[in-house]
């Protein structure tokens, strides 16, 4: 069998932040504002990230994955021109993505949520349909389960959750795809585990639950800016959960250069292999950065 590639990059702090009105500048905003002028505009940059997107596009992948912060104080024509990037990097039928803590910074309007509701909508879904979380998508052999970790929160914090209504409709969500055979792709922005109090995933133990008892296959995320391979356990092993850096950055302090993994999945009799591919930046170009990596052999019971 032929195997299937997905790509996944995360949090490509799109720049150039738009000029903001003052009464804009409230708040969070006012302080991450201030970090954008101070430093961050010299960190992520819109020429790395295009030549990311186009070096992406050269691997033809079957799917591409954004697990989240597309923008950077949710500015409202932040999500405007996040919704022309996004469509430059494919339809959303072959797009699937997430949100980020930065793309609800505050608190935003079903407006400005609708830029991007294509690109996070299960199959499912009715036109026209509110957005909801979780999703579910088939792609090629893979079902695609996208949650939302992003949440407002105060100044200085950096931290998400998916609250008790999410859980528990995912754990519905994976009761009813029990026999499905696909190899199953978690999508969130928050890694399940962090050392640093003020940027975890609040509710990772009651998700790390529901991963011990239903089936995933891999779980993709981003918000770290750096390379992670993670291992939590399944019902039929462990289970690993991939980072990637920022698709935009450039090297700075220990947070490496921009780059994206491919994973590639194949069935091989009762089983599902998937390797691992790093592409990132080296000398200023996209290059392979990492040798072939076997991820996960997953025994389908």
Known sequence: MTAFTLAHLSDPHLAPLPTPRLHQLLGKRAIGYLNWKRGRHNIHRREIVDALVADIKAQSPGHIAITGD??????????????????????PADVTLVPGNHD???????????EWVDYMRGDAARPGAPLSFPF??????LTLIGVSSAVPTAPFMATGWLGRNQLDMLDQGFSQLADDPNFRVLLIHHPLASKDSYKRLTDAKTLLALIKRHRVDLILHGHDHVHSTMWFEGPHGRVPAIGVPSASAVPHRHYPAAAYNLLSVVRE??????EQRVRGFVDGAAAERAEVTELQRTQLI
């Open 70 to 91: 597309l923008i950077n104080l949710a500015l409202p024509d932040e999500f405007t021109q996040a919704r022309a990037w996004l469509e430059s990097v494919g339809a």
């Open 104 to 114: 609800a910074y505050v608190r935003i309007t079903k407006k400005q949520t609708s």
């Open 136 to 141: 579910l998508r088939r792609r090629g052999p």
């Open 269 to 274: 009799g009762d089983a599902w292999r998937c």
